[in-house]
């Protein structure tokens, strides 16, 4: 079973949101200072500019907020379901037992951490290409002719574009460590799996050695994606 996203039943902390003026990829982008950017770009290209380019700087602070607010809720769900349920049962005797009740409350909970899981996969999968269309605004490239249709700016099409432009290279260069992460391919393999062939399924993992610190663990199933196998 895939590991990538692991929930254990121990609630996360909580962190206080960011604002919208500094964004961090951690640990594999630097800090983006929002409130910069919007700055320059006004100073640059004028406000009508900067009005087409603030959705994406937006969607910059807002995704990674949207991917923790659902991972806290899966470990919410998990904490919730095995105070309720898997103090004395096992999980065997809940998702395979005769009680109806019980097996309800297992799928109820397993279809909620399912929709959280997909979406957190999401967002954090989105923020390669939101960063490189908020660079490709930004630097107004749109003007440049390199790149003709909107819809094909993605952060592939991106970083090397930004890569032959000196200037440009810092940006180039956090794009590629980003999209190069091993972590980063596997959120790419599951996001692209779940939207575009079958959603990789959620499982919940109860640790029957008592060696692992948390009895309960959510995490996907086995997949292959193209050239990335994640088990």
């Not at 950017?37 to 406000?47: A, C």
């Not at 819809?151 to 190069?180: C, F, G």
Request: hydrophobic share 40%; aromatic share 6%; proline share 5%.
């Amino acid at each position: 079973m895939h590991k990538l996203l692991t929930l254990r039943s121990k609630r996360p902390s909580r962190e206080k949101p960011r604002s919208d003026g500094d964004v961090h990829v951690r640990p594999h982008m630097p800090p983006w200072s929002i409130a910069e950017t919007k700055l320059l770009v006004t100073n640059l290209h004028g406000g009508e500019h900067l009005s087409r380019i603030e959705p994406s700087l937006h969607a910059m602070s807002e995704r990674q907020r949207y991917a923790r607010f659902h991972f806290q809720e899966v470990g919410r769900l998990l904490s919730g379901f095995q105070e309720a349920y898997l103090k004395k049962d096992i999980l065997l005797s809940l998702s395979h037992g005769q009680e109806e009740e019980p097996r309800a409350a297992f799928d109820e909970f397993m279809m909620k951490v399912g929709a959280h899981v997909v979406a957190c996969v999401l967002s954090i999968h989105s923020m390669a290409d939101v960063t490189a269309f908020a660079a490709y605004l930004a630097l107004n490239y749109r003007s440049n002719g390199k790149i003709r249709r909107e819809k094909d700016v993605t952060a592939a099409v991106m970083q090397p574009v930004l890569a032959a432009n000196p200037q440009h290279k810092v940006v180039a260069d956090a794009l590629a460590r980003l999209m190069s992460n091993p972590e980063f391919i596997h959120i790419s393999a599951l996001s692209n799996h779940s939207k575009h062939r079958g959603l990789i399924k959620p499982l919940l993992n109860e640790d029957w050695t008592g060696t692992r610190e948390k009895a309960h663990e959510v995490r996907f199933a086995s997949f292959s994606y193209e050239q990335t196998r994640a088990c």
